[in-house]
């Protein structure tokens, strides 16, 4: 439900297509009082800023379904100083009748929708996150080509008798055209159609390298991103797909809210006699879910840590895979929330498994990365450490009783007793203590 809804002069529904928009003037309480006063249709969206200056006021309310320039519309208007909100589009589609729909009934259902509080409001991300997101939508549009390219490959040369060995890297150049050559007596045209393919996939593998450098050169430079690593299972990817959806962190006021966000709390259906619960699929942020999956994977795999050791106890009790690594990933979502709040006690020294880490994100850089970057591998490696073990400090609210000399500006620093005080008052369980030591 909306719980952001406050009463307004006027809501402006607004169905915003990429050249054009149609926006309908509602006026009232609820929905079943409300009253169309003016329906605009089809006016271009070059002209948006200076139609709401002239139609709407600052008393209005602009509201729109979440679809691909939503938010460049919801800046546009803003820019205008007028108030709008983006709806989430799942719901309203449900709304939708199915034997008469137009741009003008779906303004009037937008703007109704809000009036009755059951479309759920999407968060504007700043300019940083959307950034980040771009990049994020980019890479794993890289990766898809470049598996598509890898299997089109492989299924040509099958499809003429060659099979290659496991594990062969056909991004090589210069050694796999010579094995190719040899393994059969190719026409003219077939090797042209052998050399496409192999171009397409370097040129794919190219890009998704370059994205990888660049998503590492962001984590590695951003103190916030960087804090995320400590976290067993998380490296380069998941700190920054972190970053990019989750944006400001304030917004989700305890770990629930960012763990169903997420997707990580399970499904269950609880009316009359009947009973269900289901899996964590089918809701929240897949690309975020996944990725703390496979987090969760590679932890249980390793056997060492104390999530892991956790996750094993918990595989040996219930007899399923998939419940104990849902569990573990929704641990980790919790300890996300806490580094990202900053409720974390500070690094003291780099164990072996961050040295490792540390040492595959560098190498995810790249040379020509460290060179845009201006550093050499050792020295960006310091800077690393000795950001990881700065991070953020604890500074409590100062007591209610004011000190016979006070001092302006005055700030309190975080001791291991107060670490401790503050770990029992946010409810900083053993185990969580020490996912944020790692």
């Not at 080509?145 to 099958?158: C, D, E, F, I, P």
């Not at 050169?217 to 960087?226: A, G, I, K, R, Y």
């Not at 072996?352 to 020509?368: A, T």
């Not at 845009?372 to 960006?380: G, H, W």
Request: hydrophobic share 40%; glycine share 8%; net charge positive.
């Amino acid at each position: 439900m909306n719980e952001t809804l406050k009463p307004v002069e006027r809501v402006i529904g607004l169905d915003s297509h990429p050249d054009s928009f149609t926006a309908a003037m509602v006026r009232g309480p609820t929905p079943a009082s409300a009253v169309v006063e003016k329906i605009f249709n089809k006016i271009p969206l070059s002209q948006l800023q200076s139609w709401a200056k002239k139609n709407t006021t600052t008393a209005d309310l602009i509201v729109l379904e979440a679809s691909g320039n939503s938010f460049q519309v919801v800046r546009l208007l803003k820019a205008c100083e007028r108030s709008a909100k983006v709806l989430e589009s799942c719901q309203l589609g449900k709304l939708k009748e199915a034997h008469a729909n137009n741009d003008k009934i779906s303004a009037v259902r937008i703007g109704k929708a809000y009036l009755a509080g059951t479309a759920k409001e999407v968060w504007l991300p700043d300019t940083k996150t959307q950034e980040r997101r771009d990049w994020f939508h980019a890479h794993r549009k890289a990766v898809k080509r470049t598996t598509q390219m890898n299997a089109r490959v492989r299924s040509y040369l099958s499809d003429n008798g060659i099979r290659l060995p496991k594990g062969t890297q056909l991004t090589q150049v210069g050694e796999l055209e010579e094995r190719l050559r040899k393994a059969a007596s190719w026409s003219a045209r077939q090797w042209q159609v052998i050399e496409m393919l192999l171009l397409e996939l370097r040129q794919a593998d190219q890009q998704r390298q370059r994205w990888r450098s660049l998503i590492a050169q962001e984590v590695l430079t951003d103190p916030e991103l960087l804090a995320m690593v400590r976290l067993c299972g998380v490296r380069e990817m998941v700190a920054f797909a972190l970053g990019a959806f989750i944006g400001d962190i304030k917004r989700f006021t305890e770990p629930k809210k960012l763990v169903k966000y997420i997707g990580l709390n399970p499904a269950f259906d609880d009316s009359g006699q009947s009973q269900w619960s289901g899996g964590i699929g089918g809701h929240g942020n897949k690309y975020l879910r996944c990725l703390l999956i496979e987090a969760a994977h590679a932890i249980l795999r390793s056997g060492k840590a104390p999530l892991a050791q956790w996750g094993k106890k918990l595989l040996g009790r219930k007899g399923q895979i998939n419940l104990a690594v849902a569990a573990m990933a929704r641990k980790l979502a919790v300890a996300v929330w806490y580094l990202m709040m900053g409720r974390w006690t500070p690094l003291e020294e780099i164990d072996d498994r961050l040295v490792i880490k540390v040492g595959k994100m560098i190498g995810s850089v790249g040379e020509q990365g460290l060179k845009s970057l201006n550093k050499t591998r050792q020295s960006f490696r310091q800077e690393v450490y000795d950001a990881l073990k700065i991070g953020k400090t604890y500074e409590p609210k100062a007591p209610t009783q004011t000190s016979q000399n006070p001092k302006p500006n005055q700030q309190l620093s975080a001791t291991p007793s107060t670490l401790e005080h503050i770990a029992g008052r946010y409810g900083l369980t053993k185990a969580m203590r020490r996912f944020l030591s790692l």
